[in-house]
Structures are given as C-alpha cells and as structure tokens.
C-alpha cells in the first residue's frame, strides 16, 4: 500500500489480487444453455400433456353423446336421423330429446341437455344416421389412445372404429 496517496481510501476493486468471486464467461454460458434446454423440454412434455388432455375430452364427450342416443334407442327404437351428416353442439343440434337433436332448451323428454363439442375452437363432433338403426359420430385424435394410433375414428353403438358407415 505504499504506492498510495495520501488522502485517498484504497478500493478492494483497485487491487490486483482476486478473491475468486464472480463467474466466467463460461460458466454463465453453460448455465444459460442448460436452463434453455430444461424450459425447451418443460414446453415438449406440456404440450403433449396438453394433447393428451384434449384426447380424453374427445373420449369422453363421445361416450357421453352415445350413452344418450341409446336412451333415445330406448325409448323410440331408432336413432335420431341425420343426413347429410350435422356438427353436434351447434345450431339446431345442441339438445338430444325425445324428439332427436334439437335447439336449446328442447322438447319432450330430454336425454343431454347440452351437447358437447370438441376441445378446440370450432371442432365439433359429426354426426350421421341414414338409418334408423345406427349412426356415426366422427372425432379425432392427436395421440395414441385406446382405440388405436392418432387419426379420424368413427364411433357406432356397439364399437368405435375407422369405418365410417353407420352400423
């Protein structure tokens, strides 16, 4: 400290010797590319966790929409009739009645009061019946599920699978 002059306070940072406090440029490097790749993988598994979500939604509205058609099979011996094919849970096709598929809050018995359509904006579920005695809801999946890899499957009274006639 000789090299100091009179009157002035000496600051640890006017030293020359280094306490081994701070990081390198590397270490911060390395760190940020690690936190990178833990956020890009985080994002991976949330979509897929997302997608998957999605998936049991459509599975389960389907179930839901097919509990209530045969109710109606129950009690009227035929399936409402749709053809051409009709997006469930829009326009006239919100309610599943006595009556077949109507306009909210519907007529007569009524068997769903709301039709669900799909997880996403503006999907639906496709109905069609151009027979009294069976019918198909059209839905999709993004991964694989229990009825198979992701794809277009069609579910009947009695199965779900790809063939899109009505049963």
Request: charged content about 15%; cysteine-free; overall charge positive.
């Amino acid at each position: 400290m000789s090299r100091l002059r009179k009157g002035f306070t000496p600051h640890q940072f006017w030293t020359k010797s280094k306490t081994g406090a701070g990081f390198t440029l590397i270490e911060l490097l390395v760190v940020i590319a690690i936190i990178g790749l833990l956020a890009t993988i985080s994002v991976l598994m949330l979509n897929n966790a997302r997608a998957k979500s999605r998936d049991a939604k459509r599975l389960s509205d389907v179930q839901v929409v097919r509990a209530g058609l045969e109710q109606h099979w129950i009690e009227k011996a035929a399936y409402p009739s749709a053809d051409p094919a009709v997006n469930l849970g829009t326009g006239t096709y919100q309610v599943l009645g006595s009556n077949g598929f109507e306009a909210s809050p519907g007529t007569g018995t009524v068997y769903l009061q709301k039709i669900p359509a799909g997880p996403n904006a503006n999907e639906y579920y496709l109905y069609a019946s151009t027979i009294s005695t069976g019918y198909a809801i059209r839905f999709t999946t993004e991964l694989v599920t229990t009825y198979g890899n992701p794809g277009t499957y069609y579910a009947h009274s009695g199965s779900v699978d790809t063939d899109s006639s009505s049963k």
